[in-house]
T-cell receptor, first 113, second 112 residues
Framework: DTAVSQTPKYLVTQMGNDKSIKCEQN?????MYWYKQDSKKFLKIMFS???????INETVPNRFSPKSPDKAHLNLHINSLELGDSAVYFC????????????FGSGTRLTVV | SQQGEEDPQALSIQEGENATMNCSYK?????LQWYRQNSGRGLVHLIL?????REKHSGRLRVTLDTSKKSSSLLITASRAADTASYFC????????????FGRGTQLTVWP
């Protein structure tokens, strides 16, 4: 009955590969996000989708492409992985009402070697 | 760009003591939120305080907000070893849906 689940939990891959991270929420939230947490624990938003529509697209290399097949899913595809992409990626969801906290997934630790 | 800045970066206390963490931010906000992150886990939402509120309580947590000083504090009373985690403040400027800005967090260690 996990609220926001993302897979895989760990991902080790070589430079140049393409990989995907999946995220699903069963909370009935209408907005989903991808955040990146670097080695110093700094969290930065990458993308935000509201009802399958892209709302936020921060300055992220276009090698990163989010896809939202429905409002319960937001996947992240990364092409041509680079060493600097190594980080923990968190999916989160919330309701459109601003006065509401986010629910985060447990994260995907991506290591590019 | 980074918005919240937590202080201190690290805090180490004994069980039963109170822990106070501070957060400063730079621009006007719609609300400010505090999250906890246990090692290797996702963030857990603790409390949200709106810009027109000054204080909020939730169990052993007390949050204050001073918009004139652009600062907030999180107080955990009677801390427990299980409170050991990183604590982050995040600000919602209200300009774009979902643009939550996080600080770098305070690492709290509570010794039994």
């Amino acid at each position: 009955d996990t609220a926001v689940s993302q897979t895989p939990k760990y991902l080790v891959t070589q430079m140049g590969n393409d990989k995907s991270i999946k995220c699903e929420q069963n909370l009935g939230h209408d907005t989903m996000y991808w955040y990146k947490q670097d080695s110093k624990k700094f969290l930065k938003i990458m993308f935000s989708y509201n009802n399958k529509e892209l709302i936020i697209n921060e300055t992220v290399p276009n090698r990163f492409s989010p896809k939202s097949p429905d409002k319960a899913h937001l996947n992240l595809h990364i092409n041509s992985l680079e060493l600097g992409d190594s980080a923990v990626y968190f999916c989160a969801s919330s309701l459109r009402d601003r006065d509401y906290g986010y629910t985060f997934g447990s994260g995907t630790r991506l290591t590019v070697v | 760009s980074q918005q919240g800045e937590e202080d201190p970066q690290a805090l180490s206390i004994q069980e039963g003591e109170n822990a106070t963490m501070n957060c400063s931010y730079k621009t006007s906000i719609n609300n400010l939120q505090w999250y906890r992150q246990n090692s290797g886990r996702g963030l857990v939402h603790l409390i949200l305080i709106r810009s027109n509120e000054r204080e909020k309580h939730s169990g052993r947590l007390r949050v204050t907000l001073d918009t004139s000083k652009k600062s907030s504090s999180l107080l955990i009373t009677a801390s427990r070893a299980a409170d050991t985690a990183s604590y982050f403040c995040a600000t919602d400027r209200g300009s774009t849906l979902g643009r939550l800005y996080f600080g770098r967090g305070t690492q709290l260690t509570v010794w039994p």
